[in-house]
């Protein structure tokens, strides 16, 4: 069997080296190859030099024979002018030799590229129905390549090819190029281009029609990115085609654009959609440190009646807080964005020496944006609830806005990106509440890489609740810190005022920060090292902050990333250490 090993090293000393070998079984012929001249360039042209010259290329399936040998190195001239061309450099001096020492073949190849052609002339217009249309003109004030610049291949298919990308997005979807001139003066070292891209006719939207008598016609054409008359768009139909998908109602989407009649530039599209089954059912077991072991059974209703409501049923017990409740969905508006939604809501958790049991309904009106989402709802709470040997109870009717801004690369792992929350709510006493309160929450997370594999993972919170008194609240809506959320280190919701038997009470006042610095190590594993800090009072001057510190090992699933730490409540001394477990997105 014919054996064959490619060596490549790269030497910069004024002069850059690549020598690659090829050997054929024991007695095979070697072939030397060695370029030079191109140090002070871009490293692109050498690249492109090198895999332009077919000796490099030579197969492996057979011996390298003189013949083949003396032929590729005939060719190298031409391979190298070509190979420099796309860069702008049309006049390059090649000096080269070739050698046999034995069985050992040396080429040597020196080549100066020359001074580069630079663009004198660069004459764009637009012809047609849409020469006016200020995108297009727009797009040719952006055109890559300028007068004085060099001619770089690349730099001008890229320009073409953006241009007329925006004429047929904005509907002008028979546009071309009516002139397509490149002059290029090899002595003068001088290019000339002119450009004139013939729009034709603008075509618009014409009439969508739906095959899909599961759901009503009304909700489907609000899921429409466009209106009868708008320019038409592939772009469009494609986001259209994604977003039928995206909405769970569908499990095949076929979209048919029509010609337009010959007295007509209106685009007919035809839509034929198959349902999807409407019912889901999901089954789940877990760990968390904050709530125990845990279990959850869920049944989704994607599809209700024909106006696309759904509803979501969950049951979620575990040792420390279980939940059960109902959410039922109303599009509205832009369906993919838009919703009302009805809640009802039975919880129970003890923690501490605290208990509480809570049932609450609301109504909300959703937003789910591309960045921003965000609900303003009204709730009634009605909430018993033990702390320590004290039991009592609350009623609440509450009116609140939740709103959560994203920037992020990839929620589920980011590499840089940021995530900001917001929830204000209150009540007013005698209207249904049993008191009067208003609150503020804020939360922020941030992730930075700033070098390859490192990771610095930022969060904060903040919290302030304006009340006569915060045992006119529940527990449910006061302040708590400690936990896998919050001050690694402390058992979950250990940190809050105090009574005099040491049980805690939670408070009007909460502020909390972390700092993670995360070393990626090998696969999907990484490592971090962490800091945390946080406090509860009713005061903001009686802040005392509590410290944790520890390391953690990180698993990126694909459904998140999978968190196990370990740390020490460094305030309270000793030897106080604690496991957490979680698992969750980044942002």
């Not at 692109?44 to 083949?68: C, G, H, K, R, Y």
């Not at 609900?375 to 018993?384: G, K, N, P, Q, V």
Request: aromatic share 10%; glycine share 8%.
């Amino acid at each position: 069997m014919i054996l064959q090993r490619f060596h490549i090293f790269f030497v910069v000393v004024c002069i850059i080296t690549i020598s690659i070998s090829t050997a054929v079984g024991q007695d095979s012929n070697v072939i030397d190859v060695s370029v030079s001249g191109l140090d002070n360039a871009d490293q692109a042209l050498l690249t492109n030099v090198l895999s332009s010259l077919s000796m490099l290329q030579l197969q492996s399936n057979e011996p390298i024979s003189e013949d083949m040998v003396r032929r590729s190195y005939k060719k190298a001239d031409e391979e190298i002018k070509k190979a420099l061309e796309p860069f702008g450099y049309y006049s390059p001096v090649i000096d080269k030799s070739i050698s046999k020492d034995g069985e050992l073949w040396k080429v040597q190849l020196n080549v100066l590229p020359g001074d580069p052609v630079h663009v004198v002339e660069l004459d764009i217009q637009l012809t047609g129905i849409g020469k006016d249309e200020q995108v297009l003109l727009d797009t040719i004030g952006q055109f890559p390549l300028h007068q004085e610049d060099i001619f770089d291949h690349q730099l001008y298919s890229q320009g073409k090819k953006e241009l007329s990308s925006k004429a047929i997005a904005a509907g002008y979807r028979d546009a071309f190029y009516s002139k397509n001139i490149v002059e290029i003066d090899r002595q003068k070292r001088i290019a000339r281009i002119i450009l004139s891209l013939d729009t034709g006719p603008h075509y618009l939207f014409g009439s969508t029609t739906f095959t899909a008598d599961f759901l009503s016609d009304g909700l489907l054409h609000r899921m429409l990115p466009y209106k009868e008359g708008d320019s038409f768009s592939y772009r469009k139909i494609i986001q259209l085609r994604q977003a039928l998908l995206n909405s769970d109602y569908f499990s095949k989407v076929d979209v048919k654009i029509s010609d337009p009649s010959t007295d007509s530039l209106s685009v007919p599209v035809s839509i034929s959609l198959s349902p999807k089954n409407p019912n889901k059912y999901g089954l789940g077991i877990g760990y968390g440190t904050d709530t125990g072991a845990r279990g959850s059974v869920k049944w989704t209703n994607r599809r209700v009646n024909r106006y696309g409501h759904s509803f979501n049923l969950l049951l979620q017990p575990s040792e420390r807080k279980s939940s059960y409740g109902m959410v039922y969905n109303i599009p509205i508006n832009d369906p993919h964005k838009d919703r009302l939604s009805v809640l009802g809501k039975w919880e129970k958790e003890n923690f501490d020496t605290t208990e509480t049991e809570l049932r609450k309904i609301s109504i909300a009106y959703d937003h789910v944006g591309q960045k921003l989402d965000y609900s303003i709802y009204l709730a009634y709470l009605d909430e018993d609830y033990e702390i320590g040997r004290r039991l009592d109870h609350a009623t609440l009717l509450m009116p609140g806005i939740k709103s959560t801004w994203r920037l992020t690369d990839n929620r589920l792992k980011t590499t840089n990106g940021v995530r900001v929350s917001i929830h204000l709510t209150g009540s007013q006493e005698d209207s249904a509440s049993d008191t009067s309160f208003l609150q503020a929450a804020l939360s922020a997370k941030g992730i930075l890489t700033f070098f390859e594999k490192w990771r610095t993972i930022g969060r904060f919170q903040y919290g302030e609740t304006l009340v006569d008194h915060i045992s006119e609240l529940p527990p449910s809506l006061r302040f708590y810190a400690g936990g896998d959320q919050s001050v690694r280190g402390y058992a979950y919701k250990s940190i809050g005022p105090t009574d005099p038997e040491g049980n805690v009470l939670g408070g009007s006042h909460l502020i909390t920060y972390s700092i993670e610095l995360e070393r990626e190590l090998f696969g999907n594993w990484s490592a971090a090292l962490f800091f945390d800090s946080g406090d509860v009072t009713n005061s903001v001057y009686d802040l005392n902050m509590n410290n944790g510190a520890g390391v953690g090992i990180r698993w990126n699933a694909p459904f998140g990333q999978v968190r196990l730490d370990i740390a020490n409540a460094i305030t309270e001394g000793g030897n106080s250490w604690r496991i957490h477990f979680n698992v969750g997105a980044d942002l």
